[in-house]
């Protein structure tokens, strides 16, 4: 009967997904017996009582024991259900300590996903097989709902509250991630795709930060070059809460028209800003700092992948 | 023209009186100013047919726009927008102006007087008005579909609702005026059953029709008001941003849930417990037997009445409310499983050793005993926590739903206005044509909605505008399916107006009821009973020496 659980449900991708589908077809035969009790005997007693003119029913008004019977049998029945049920609610609800955190920002209507070394990716997870993943989710604007079909869980994603989901992947490929809580006009298209590593590929992976980036280093997309990849970069690493673009002066010095142009420093010296000053002002801020600010910037050393130093340099680089 | 099917029947014993309801007077403005139940009653019907027809063409555009992932209507591009508002319409139309009204209005209103001797309801007056607010509501409800746009979702969940655009505020004040006019038909019922019963009957005299649609009342006038205050307030929160369930200013979109839930999940038996009232006159009158279990499916609607109120939070096992609350709520969404489960096997033990004819009506009943068992198991799946997590959100629920409110609920409708059309209007239908709608009727729900508990559990969330390819194939037969469902209904309208056009046939009681109504005259006089009635046995008696009496 594996066949029919295939066709009724998603692939299997974790040894929860089996649990909640041994339910599921247990009470999928059960229902189906209990159908047949109802279902035959109304056919059946339709055509073996059939109208005959002038015939007497009996007149039975009542019977105590079997009103007990059916009281109590389905109560019986139940109660054990609810208790299998809950047994396997118990293992999804409390997701095990050593578990990997990502956190997921939802909105209208496309996923973030942020992993604890601070990289982020968009409708793109990659997670390392055989170990606990868990999600801790909020929503940007209105309700959303991370549902991972394969794992078998779901949660809604609200609005100033954490939600989480968690689930141990063991088949290696790619899930289908979606949204499953009405979000407006393009619900049906915030979906996205979950790839189960293993673990020499999880790590290269981390080590790159995602894939996102490789279509803006490819040259195929005009729209998108290695300076769009920078903007992107300076929005989500949170460049923007020091920086401008437009010229105007916070926190830190603008980034218009900078590149290129010579520097004064703070102690009196100048430097030309050419690629090796830049990066080295993301790695070592405090190396030379621009005269008229605080030494205050952190360093993004380790912070930032390869390709996100490189697209930020593009991008201060086109801001000439 | 078609010979009167009438096994059982006793052929009018009395000369047909020549004023009755329909003609005693003549005119629009006797209608519009009636107090009279029955014409109340057929004037709701006549507007919830017309609610049931509208809400009907957007269920046949949902599906149509589903059958390819192309989305083509009739060579036009249905766009993600148009499809939210489809579903959205359809969804509103169906539970705020069909379901919910439409037995208690229109068939209620009709027979339940009768049933219980009564020369009308207790308060004629407030019964005209709860018609008039369902127009007004009606109407509201219209406006805002032409006038902008909707797309919520029938459920107006919040945040998104008090953030979308569109007329979101004067849909929410259509479904709060059509609030106060379900509360007014369930105080009239509720009153009506305790105050004008007829000589020497007692409580457990009541036929079983009567029992159901006290406890139905009994939600109607507990449960809306909560669901008016809550409209209230969302509408407070759209216009004047107070911040009760929109997060950015310090509200909360859970608590919206429970508010919205606490009156919905009652509604769903607003909804079924009418249903189940019908089917219990249905099967004792066509196996021509006494009911069984009289006690035990008066309790149960009573009982299904009181836990309704307290399994709300089963919609919301993965909506973040407490872990807590979700186990509880798991464990007393069980208790519903008991009542149903009594009111089925009482009436299977009805049918045995009964002598029973097939005509229209019992055909829908007994596809309801199938529909509602489909309905009621699929419920265990839901119930059961943690398959719901994987099932809840998608296609499952839809199916079950549907199963439920349509496949019991609608076709128990159906089958209640076969079985009091020839009362209502002194005319039989044919009925040949009456059971071959009905073969369709099934044949078309489950062609319609067995594909989507697969599409569910395969992983298909509802509301969805595109779909994975995969899905394609199911899609394709629930669309085709939709189109059986149209078609059985379009024929059931046919069979049942083309009855008009002929002289009034039919005899008092065609098919050999035992319960009041069938006393007096088809169509009844407008006093309903020549004198008062006195209950002479108790209902549902088929031994010989009642039906001679």
Same mark, same amino acid.
């Given at each position: 009967m594996d066949w029919l659980r295939a066709w009724m449900m998603p !692939?299997?991708?974790s040894e929860f997904a089996k649990e909640i589908d041994f339910i599921y077809m247990a009470l999928f035969w059960l229902c189906t017996v209990l159908f047949f009790m109802i279902a035959i005997p109304s056919v059946y007693f339709a055509w073996r009582y059939r109208y005959k003119p002038g015939r007497v029913t009996p007149h039975q008004t009542h019977n105590t024991t079997l009103e007990v019977l059916w009281s109590v049998g389905p109560l019986i029945l139940c109660v054990g259900i609810f208790f299998w049920g809950l047994n396997g609610w118990m293992k999804y609800a409390v997701a095990p300590g050593e578990a990997m955190e990502i956190s997921v920002t939802a909105k209208q209507w496309l996923w973030q996903f942020e992993y604890p070394d601070g990289s982020r990716t968009i409708n793109d997870i990659h997670v390392p097989i055989n170990k606990p993943v868990k999600f801790t989710m909020t929503s940007e604007d209105v309700l959303h709902d991370f549902f991972v079909p394969d794992m078998r869980v779901k949660h809604d994603i609200i609005p100033g509250r954490y939600t989480q989901v968690w689930f141990t992947p063991n088949v290696l490929g790619a899930h289908v991630f979606t949204c499953a809580e009405y979000c407006g006009k393009d619900h049906s298209g915030m979906h996205g795709t979950l790839t189960v590593d293993n673990d020499a590929d999880f790590a290269k992976w981390m080590e790159t930060g995602g894939t996102e980036w490789e279509d803006y280093f490819n040259?195929?997309? =005009?729209? *998108?070059?290695p300076a769009d990849w920078g903007k992107i970069t300076f929005e989500r690493v949170g460049c923007n809460s020091c920086h401008t673009v437009d010229g105007s002066k916070s926190k830190g010095p603008s980034?218009?028209?900078? $590149?290129g142009s010579m520097v004064e420093l703070n102690n009196g010296t100048s430097v030309l800003a050419d690629e090796a000053y830049i990066r080295e002002s993301m790695m070592s801020p405090q190396a030379k700092v621009v005269k008229? @600010?605080?030494?205050i910037m952190p360093t993004f050393q380790g912070l930032l992948k390869p390709n996100q130093a490189n697209g930020l340099v593009a991008y201060i680089e086109s801001l000439k | 023209m078609e010979p009167v099917v009438t096994s059982g029947a006793r052929i009018g014993d009395r000369p047909r009186p020549k004023k009755n309801y329909l003609n005693e007077t003549k005119g629009i403005w006797s209608w519009m100013t009636t107090v009279d139940h029955k014409r109340i009653g057929i004037m709701y019907l006549v507007g919830t047919l017309i609610a049931f027809l509208l809400g009907g063409i957007f269920a046949l555009l949902v599906r149509l726009t589903l059958? %390819? =992932?192309?989305?083509?209507l009739f060579g036009l591009q249905v766009t993600a927008e148009t499809y939210n508002r489809f579903f959205t319409l359809h969804g509103a139309i169906m539970v705020f102006? @069909?379901?919910?009204?439409?037995i208690p209005g229109s068939l209620t209103n009709f027979v339940l007087p009768l049933m219980l001797g &009564? *020369?009308? /309801? &207790?308060f004629p007056k407030l019964n005209l008005a709860s018609f008039y607010l369902w127009i007004v509501g009606a109407v509201m409800a219209i406006a805002s579909m032409i006038i902008g746009a909707v797309?919520?979702?029938?459920? @107006? $969940?919040t945040p998104y609702s008090t953030t979308t655009s569109g007329t979101v505020t004067l849909m929410t004040a259509a479904v709060f005026v059509l609030g106060f006019s379900s509360i007014f038909t369930g105080l009239n019922f509720i009153a009506t059953v305790h105050k004008?019963?007829?000589?020497?009957?007692?409580w457990f005299d009541m036929p079983l029709f009567v029992w159901g649609m006290y406890s139905t009342a009994v939600i109607q006038v507990l449960a809306t008001p909560v669901l008016g205050i809550t409209l209230v307030l969302l509408m407070l929160e759209r216009v004047?941003?107070?911040?009760? @369930?929109d997060s950015r200013i310090?509200?909360? !979109?859970v608590l919206f849930q429970h508010f919205f839930w606490f009156y919905s999940h009652p509604a769903v038996y607003i909804m079924i417990l009418p249903g189940m009232a019908i089917i219990s006159e249905l099967i004792p009158t066509f196996s021509r037997k006494t009911i069984f279990g009289y006690r035990a499916i008066a309790y149960s609607s009573i009982s299904l009445a009181l836990v309704s109120f307290i399994v709300w939070g089963h919609h919301m096992? /993965? &909506?973040?409310?407490?872990q807590l609350a979700t186990v509880v709520f798991s464990a007393l969404t069980f208790l519903v499983a008991i009542p149903s489960g009594v009111k089925v096997f009482n009436w299977l033990c009805t049918m045995y050793q009964g002598n029973i004819s097939l005509e229209t009506p019992m055909l829908y009943a007994i596809s309801f005993l199938m529909l509602f068992a489909i309905g009621g198991l699929t419920g265990i799946f839901l119930g059961t926590l943690s398959t719901d997590v994987h099932l809840t959100d998608t296609y499952f629920v839809v199916a079950h739903f549907h199963y439920v409110m349509m496949g019991s609920t609608v076709t128990a409708f159906i089958g209640g206005l076969y079985y009091w059309w020839p009362k209502m209007t002194g005319r039989m239908y044919s009925e040949k044509w009456g059971r071959v709608t009905a073969v369709i009727w099934f044949i078309g729900f489950n062609a319609t909605f067995l594909p989507q508990f697969i599409l569910g559990s395969r992983g298909m969330p509802r509301r969805y505008y595109n779909y994975l390819d995969q899905f394609q194939p199911l899609h394709a037969f629930s669309t085709v399916g939709s189109w059986i469902i149209g078609l059985s209904l379009f024929m059931s309208a046919a069979v049942l107006l083309a009855s008009?056009?002929?002289?009034a046939d039919a005899p008092d009681n065609p098919w050999g009821g %035992? %319960?009041?109504?069938? #006393?007096?005259?088809s169509p009844p006089i407008t006093h309903n009973f020549e004198d008062q009635p006195v209950l002479e046995? #108790? =209902? $549902?008696? $088929?031994r010989p020496k009642a039906v001679t009496h």
């Open positions: !692939p299997q991708g040259g195929k997309d =005009p729209k *998108k070059t980034w218009k028209g900078v $590149y008229g @600010f605080d030494p | 059958l %390819t =992932p192309a989305h083509k102006l @069909f379901i919910i009204p439409s &009564a *020369k009308d /309801v &207790a797309d919520t979702g029938w459920t @107006f $969940y004008l019963r007829a000589p020497g009957m007692g004047f941003q107070i911040g009760i @369930f310090g509200g909360d !979109p096992f /993965v &909506a973040g409310q407490s008009l056009r002929k002289p %035992t %319960t009041l109504e069938w #006393e007096t005259s046995h #108790e =209902p $549902y008696d $088929y």
